[in-house]
Each structure stands twice: as C-alpha cells, then as structure tokens.
C-alpha cells in the first residue's frame, strides 16, 4: 500500500472543517484591513529564493525542495514573500496601484526534519503590504496578526519584536557580532564557524542547544540603530502600546532570512513545545529594488496554519450545513427521489441518498453514520399519495409532509 511522502500531511472531512473555518476569519479579518487575496504559483526559479532569502540561509542551504528537469530546476515555494514581490514587479503592480495590501493562503515546503508542528509541507496565511516605510504600517501589520489570532480564539500567545536597523545599521551589527563570536568560536558547530565569515546574523537563529548558549551569553542592545531607525523602532513601540498590545523586546531575534531590515517579530505560544512560533515577519525595504523594482519599501507576515491548529487544539464548532437523508424503497420511488433531491439542493439544503442500495434498515444506519439531522422515506404508498415521510433523528420521530411542502417543510 502506498503511503504519504515523509513530513506530509492528508487533512481529512473531520480536520478540513477546521481549516475552513480559519481560512473564512482569516478573509474576513484581512478585508478588514483592505488586503486582497493574491494568488502565486507554487514553483518558482531557484535563483529568486537565493537572491531575496540569502545563499546562507538556513532554508536555502538544507531545505529546499528542487525539481530538476532537462533545461531548469525549479525550486517549490519555501515561503511566500519572495513570491509576492517577483509578482508584485512582474505586473507592474508598483506603476498601476504603488502602495498595495495582498494577503494570500497555501501550501509551503521545506525540507526539513519532521516533527510535531514542523512539516515538509505546510500551509502559511500572511500578508504583505508593499510600498511604505510609515512605522504606522509596522503597527497596523502587527495589529491585524494579532486580530487574527483573537478571531481564530487563540490566546496565550508572547509577541517579541526587535529591530534590525538599516542595511547600514545591520552591517554594523554584524560587525560587533563578528567580534565577540570569534573569540567564541571554538564553541560553534561548523555551520556556525562558517557563518561568522559568511553571514554572522545567522548565528543568531542557529537551532543548535550549543551555539544557543553562546548566543546567550551575548550583551546585546539597540545601539547599532542609527538616529531614524531607532525613531522608527520607537515609534512602533509607542503604537504598540497605544493600542495595548503586550510585547517584549527581544535584542538577538534576527531571523533567518536575508531580507529582513527595521522591524522584525515572532508571535510564540507555550503550549507547542519545541516548533513553538505560530507565526513571524518583518520589514524588507530593500526587497522591492533587489528584485528589479523602484526602492519602496514593505512589510508582511505569515502565520503557520498547522501550528494554528496545535495552538488552537480541538476546534468544536461545527460548521457543517444540516443533512438530510433520502431513502428511497422501489424502482419508481428513486427515479422521483432523484427530482426531490435535485430541488432540495438547488433550495440550498445539504442532502444524500443511499447509493448502496442497502434494505430500509441498512439505509437508516447509513443516514445515522452520515451523521443526517433528519431522514426522508420515499415508497411507492407515499408516492401514489404525494407525500414523503420525514423523520427527525436525534427526537427520533417522524410525520408525513406533502411533497410539494418539502422544501418551506425542511427550512423552518
Ligand atoms: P517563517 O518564520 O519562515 O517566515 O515562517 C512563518 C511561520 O510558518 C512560522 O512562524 C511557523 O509557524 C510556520 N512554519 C515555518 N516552517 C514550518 C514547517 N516546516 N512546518 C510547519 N510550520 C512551519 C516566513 O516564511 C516569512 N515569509 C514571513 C513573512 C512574511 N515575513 C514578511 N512577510
């Protein structure tokens, strides 16, 4: 028998309800804040991930998965943002509408060792708004996240923020860094002794416990921001609490992608163990120009929509419409019952019938294990008299309706 792929996930009936409903307070939060739903391909060229993520990040050294075939290699999707401003460029978006609000949900991939709430495949709702650098968009972004998540009924949640500073300000970070980790670096893995040639900031999300201690033992601050960005960052701060978000200053969270400048975030939750960020962002000014386009700057975020449901446990809404269940007993009964159910749904009411052709008692079991709120009986005496027997399952009674009343019957 064959079975799933390492690191993916089949979402059956029982869990899709569950993400419907995420992805529906999602839309509807996102409209919200007018941000409309984009909608990229999965496969990309290798080289946009390379150019915007950065050649020693963490997801494009290990994680990415390749497709090759005889002229290209294509890479699928590690994440969306990249994705979104190639697209953003490629449609001209930045000469027809300048300042843009795109929210998107899908499948991401990454090669990464499974684990509880750490997929190869897995699904990201977030957000990109491209086009300002105004701190009042940083606030607003982190807002909505956070609106998102009260929608969704999770709290518990730690938001932690920081600030990278300018590409200016980040050199000088990686500077100091450089400076303490050499004298450190025998404590390293070898990835991160590279990484302190290569691309020092990258030390900082190192999953290694060992070079976790080291980053520990770092003295860091805010003093590698220069006079705007640190106005910046204060203004975000002063926000924040205008609207009374909770949130820590969190010196050492860089993350791992090379775009990130100015704000950065992660949102956290207790209760997910290791894999414990349900979602992240952060400002990328120099995104849009590095990929072609005018020098405009942006923001987004993206939650992980498995990681939401660990957050969230057991949704027990149902948001499934009531069923009816057509039985169906002779020949001329299921030829009518064919019609009757045509009108029922085109009269927006769930129903179904038994295709197995099972006795009335089979039937009514197949009703009860479909979970049907009520069951119609249709046989040749009901049909003579144009009338149905409707039977209500959990009061366990039944009467006899008209059929041409069926419909007004079944909707009050
Ligand atoms: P990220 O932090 O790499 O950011 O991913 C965002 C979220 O996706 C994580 O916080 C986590 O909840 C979820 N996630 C990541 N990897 C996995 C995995 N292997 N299995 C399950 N869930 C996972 C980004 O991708 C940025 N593009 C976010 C962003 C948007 N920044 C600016 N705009």
Known sequence: MFKRVTGTKDILPEEASSWQRIEAEARNIFSLYNYREIRTPIIEEVSLFNRTLGTTAEIVQKQMFLIHNQEDTYALRP???ASIVRSYLENNLDKTSGFIKLYYIGPMFRLERPQKGRLRQFHHIGCEAIGSQDAALDLEIIALAVQLLKSFGISGYKIKI???????????????????????????????QERIKNNVLRVLDCKNQTCQEVVKTLSMNQSHLCTDCLAHFEEVKKGLNLLDIPFQVQDRLARGLDYYNRTVFEITHSDLGSQDAIGAGGRY?????????????????????????????????????KLVYLITLGEAAKTAGI?????????????????LCKSLKGALRAANDAGAD?????????????????????????????????TKELKC
């Open 339 to 355: 019609k009757i159910l045509d009108q029922l749904r085109k009269s927006d009411i769930a129903c179904d019938t038994d295709y």
């Open 162 to 192: 920081n600030s990278l500073g300018c590409p200016k300000d980040k050199h000088a970070l990686s500077l100091r860094l450089k400076e303490s980790l050499e004298e450190k670096s025998r404590e390293l893995c070898a990835d991160c």
């Open 374 to 406: 009520s069951v119609l009986i249709l046989g040749d005496d009901e049909l003579k008299n144009d009338i149905i027997t409707l039977k209500d399952m959990s009061k366990s009674t039944q009467k006899e309706v008209k059929i041409e009343d069926l």
């Open 285 to 321: 000014n120099n995104l849009v120009h590095e990929l072609g386009g005018p020098d405009l700057g942006g923001i987004g975020f993206a939650f992980g929509v498995e990681r939401l449901l660990l957050a969230i446990g057991a949704l027990t809404e149902n948001t499934r419409k």
């Open 79 to 81: 994440e969306g943002t």
